[in-house]
């Protein structure tokens, strides 16, 4: 990653879900998220990327572009309140690109959308994320 793209501070990725689920970062700003994560791992039964596993990397992406908002106050944290997502395809092997896009954060509150493509840049599904930040 470079250095727009490091773990917001006070945040740690090493032993969480996101790294058993093999989710990297390649982008990151308050107003934008990328990330990939692999679909072998990440399946159902019917060895189709599940769904709870979009989830995952949305709200991962969606939060962690709220942190970085979050660490504008001196001991600022963002907590996800919301999540949502509708499953557009299927997806039987490689990877899913998900791009958390800042839609507003007005009143201490951070709204993303996320939209998770496969590697043809087909849509699979689409979040969003609603976080409170909290501050002192």
Same mark, same amino acid.
């Given at each position: 990653?470079? &250095?727009?793209?490091? &773990?917001? &501070? $006070?945040?740690? *990725?090493?032993?969480?879900?996101?790294?058993r689920m093999g989710i990297e970062l390649l982008e990151s700003t308050p107003e934008r998220v990328v990330g990939t994560m692999p679909v072998e791992g990440n399946t159902q039964?019917?060895?189709?990327?599940?769904?709870?596993?979009?989830?995952?990397?949305?709200e991962t992406l969606g939060?962690?572009?709220?942190?970085?908002?979050?660490? $504008? *106050?001196?001991?600022?944290?963002?907590?996800?309140v919301e999540l949502n997502a509708t499953h557009h395809k299927a997806v039987l092997s490689g990877a899913v690109t998900g791009v958390a896009a800042l839609l507003s954060s007005e009143s201490g509150i951070a709204s993303y959308e996320i939209v998770i493509s496969d590697m043809n840049n087909d849509r699979v599904c689409t979040a969003r994320l609603m976080a409170a930040i909290h501050h002192a």
């Amino acid at each position: 990653m470079t &250095e727009s793209t490091t &773990e917001p &501070e $006070r945040m740690s *990725f090493s032993g969480t879900l996101i790294e058993r689920m093999g989710i990297e970062l390649l982008e990151s700003t308050p107003e934008r998220v990328v990330g990939t994560m692999p679909v072998e791992g990440n399946t159902q039964p019917y060895g189709l990327l599940h769904g709870g596993a979009s989830c995952v990397l949305a709200e991962t992406l969606g939060s962690v572009g709220a942190a970085q908002l979050a660490t $504008r *106050f001196p001991s600022g944290m963002a907590v996800g309140v919301e999540l949502n997502a509708t499953h557009h395809k299927a997806v039987l092997s490689g990877a899913v690109t998900g791009v958390a896009a800042l839609l507003s954060s007005e009143s201490g509150i951070a709204s993303y959308e996320i939209v998770i493509s496969d590697m043809n840049n087909d849509r699979v599904c689409t979040a969003r994320l609603m976080a409170a930040i909290h501050h002192a």
